[in-house]
C-alpha cells in the first residue's frame, strides 16, 4: 500500500482538523447527554439531528485517522529545476494569463487556494517538467495550453 503524502503545512493543516473535529464530538456528546430524556419514550428531535451530526463528525475523523495512520512527507528540494509536490508553480495560460499553484498531496489539495493534487489531470501533466516547457490539458471547455514561467 502507497503512503499518503504530504507536505509539511499538509501535515499540520490535517492535524489541526482532527484536533478540532475531536473537540466538536466531545461538545457534541455534551450536548447530546443535556438534551436527551431517559425516561422518555421518543426520542427528542435536537438530540436526533445531533447524533447525525456526530456520526458526520466521526466519519471525518476516522477519514483523518487513516491518512495519518499511513503517511510520508514529502520534501521539495529547493534546487530542483523540476516540478514535485511541494513545488510552487507560476504557469502562462496562452490566450488567458497567469496563475501560479501550488502542488500538494491528493489530502491537501484545495482548488480554491490554487493548492492541486498531483494525481489530478492537471497536477499529473505539471510533475517532471521545467520552466519553459509547455504542455497541454483536455478542460471540460477543451484543450488549454499552459507554459511553465518559474518553478520554486
Same mark, same amino acid.
Given at each position: 500500500?502507497s503512503?499518503?503524502?504530504?507536505t509539511?503545512?499538509g501535515?499540520?493543516?490535517?492535524?489541526d482538523?482532527?484536533?478540532?473535529?475531536q473537540?466538536?464530538?466531545?461538545?457534541?456528546?455534551?450536548?447530546?447527554?443535556?438534551?436527551?430524556?431517559?425516561?422518555?419514550s421518543?426520542?427528542?428531535?435536537?438530540?436526533?439531528?445531533?447524533?447525525v451530526?456526530?456520526?458526520?463528525?466521526?466519519? &471525518?475523523? *476516522?477519514?483523518? /485517522?487513516? +491518512?495519518?495512520?499511513?503517511?510520508?512527507?514529502?520534501? =521539495?528540494k $529547493?534546487?530542483?529545476?523540476?516540478?514535485?509536490?511541494?513545488?510552487?508553480?507560476?504557469?502562462?495560460?496562452?490566450?488567458?494569463?497567469?496563475r501560479?499553484?501550488?502542488?500538494?498531496?491528493?489530502?491537501?489539495?484545495?482548488?480554491?487556494?490554487?493548492?492541486?493534487?498531483?494525481?489530478?489531470?492537471?497536477?499529473?501533466?505539471?510533475?517532471? &517538467?521545467? *520552466?519553459?516547457? /509547455?504542455? +497541454?490539458?483536455?478542460?471540460?471547455?477543451?484543450?488549454? =495550453?499552459? $507554459?511553465?514561467?518559474?518553478i520554486?
Open positions: 500500500m503512503k499518503n503524502q504530504l509539511k503545512e501535515l499540520q493543516q490535517i492535524q482538523d482532527l484536533s478540532n473535529l473537540k466538536k464530538a466531545d461538545h457534541l456528546i455534551t450536548q447530546i447527554e443535556e438534551v436527551a430524556q431517559p425516561d422518555e421518543g426520542e427528542d428531535s435536537l438530540a436526533s439531528q445531533l447524533k451530526e456526530l456520526e458526520v463528525v466521526n466519519s &471525518k475523523i *476516522a477519514f483523518l /485517522e487513516e +491518512v495519518l495512520e499511513n503517511y510520508e512527507i514529502v520534501t =521539495t $529547493k534546487t530542483s529545476k523540476t516540478v514535485q509536490i511541494g513545488s510552487k508553480v507560476k504557469t502562462k495560460i496562452i490566450g488567458n494569463g497567469e501560479t499553484f501550488y502542488i500538494v498531496g491528493e489530502f491537501e489539495a484545495d482548488p480554491s487556494q490554487n493548492k492541486i493534487s498531483s494525481s489530478s489531470p492537471l497536477g499529473v501533466a505539471m510533475i517532471g &517538467k521545467k *520552466a519553459k516547457d /509547455e504542455f +497541454v490539458i483536455d478542460a471540460p471547455g477543451g484543450k488549454v =495550453t499552459y $507554459k511553465i514561467i518559474a520554486a
